[in-house]
Structures are given as C-alpha cells and as structure tokens.
C-alpha cells in the first residue's frame, strides 16, 4: 500500500480522484495528509470529509521560500510518506527540498510536456493554434516542469474551444492518467532512475 502525501491548492479534483479511487478497492495507497499553500483550498475540504488530516502552510507565514519549503517538508515527512503527488499545487518548490527527494515527488500538467510549461497553458495552446493538448504526469526537479515525463494524455484542440472547454477536455483525461500513473509507481511498474524513469514501457 503506497503511502501518498498530496498538495493542491485549489479545487482538488485529481486529490478526489484519488481518494475516490480508493473507495472503489481500484488504487492500493492511503492518504496520509494533504497540504496547501492556501487556507481556502477546496482541497482541504474534500480531505476532511475523507477524514484525512489537512493543512495549510501559507507563505506569507514565512520569511522566505527556504522557509517555507522547511516547514512544509518537514510536516509531510513527519507523516512519512512514500510519494508526494502535486496534484495543482501552483508553488514553486525551492531546489534544494527537491535535491534530497529525486524520485518522491510526481506533478501533475495540463499539458504535452515539454510544451507549454508553467501557467495558463489551455490559453497559450489556443493562441499557439496547435492541434493537439493533453497532460503529462512527471518526477519533479528544480527545473520548473522540467522533470522526466512518466505518461501523457493526448486531446484533440476543436474548432470553436475557449480555454475553459479546452481545460474540461484535459482534465477528463487527468484523472485516469494520474490513477494509471500511481497503480503503476505503487506496483513498481515504474521509478526514478538517475535523470530519467525506468518504465515498463507502457
Ligand atoms: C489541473 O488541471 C492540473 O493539471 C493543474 O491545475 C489543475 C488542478 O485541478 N496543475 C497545474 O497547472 C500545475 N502547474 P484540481 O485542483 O481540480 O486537481
């Protein structure tokens, strides 16, 4: 049973995909603690109703990033888990938390890794005028987004899509890919190998 440890901070759809996944007996992991950047995160919400112990480790409660990241990091190491899943957590996380973790953290994208890093990437397709869009679940690194790609979702981009019709079309294929991808790390089926992933090559 992999033990997760999730950050979001926002609507935390994925976090609920998740925690919905096992209800259902279809993913073997337990939630350990989910963390936010922002109090408000609806995320928080949805981890309290699941009974599982939520918090927010706000920024501007800190001095600096590094500070930040301390306290947060060693809140989620306390609870010990075994992967950490950023999952819309919107925060840089500083290099050198990241440094000591390679392989223990996994981000969720809204895009075809390496296109379109970084915000509003449902926008900066449409006015690219690509054909296709999806997401991309990968291991984290200091590089912004950067981190070797583990598994893709592919969307077509329709005549007449906004960003917001984009977003829904990506985040349908989120879910599935995240669960997909998490089955897979908690039966390592796949893992971190130096800078890359060593997969089954699925
Ligand atoms: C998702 O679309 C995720 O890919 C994106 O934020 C959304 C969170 O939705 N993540 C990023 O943009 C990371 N830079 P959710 O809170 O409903 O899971």
């Not at 440094?99 to 449902?122: C, D, W, Y």
């Amino acid at each position: 049973t992999l033990r997760l440890a999730v950050l979001a901070s926002g609507r935390g759809s994925n976090l609920q995909a998740i925690l919905d996944a096992i209800d259902a007996g279809t993913l073997d992991a337990d939630v350990v603690g989910v963390w936010s950047d922002r109090s408000d995160a609806q995320a928080l919400v949805r981890a309290r109703d699941a009974g599982i112990p939520a918090r927010a480790v706000r920024p501007r409660d800190f001095a600096d990033r590094a500070a930040h990241d301390a306290a947060l990091f060693d809140a989620i190491d306390a609870a010990a888990p075994d992967l950490i899943v950023c999952a819309g957590y919107m925060r840089l996380i500083g290099a050198a938390v990241l440094e000591m973790r390679a392989g223990q953290l996994v981000n969720i994208h809204p895009s075809l890794l390496p296109a379109f890093k970084g915000l509003h990437t449902h926008q900066r397709v449409l006015d690219a005028g690509v054909a296709e869009h999806g997401c991309s679940v990968h291991f984290v690194t200091a590089e912004l987004d950067g981190g070797p790609v583990i598994a893709q979702a592919r969307v077509p981009v329709l005549a007449g899509d906004d960003a917001s019709t984009l977003a829904g079309r990506v985040l349908a294929r989120e879910h599935p890919l995240l669960l997909e991808t998490l089955r897979r790390i908690a039966s390592g089926r796949v893992c971190w190998h130096e800078e890359g992933v060593h997969a089954d090559g699925r």
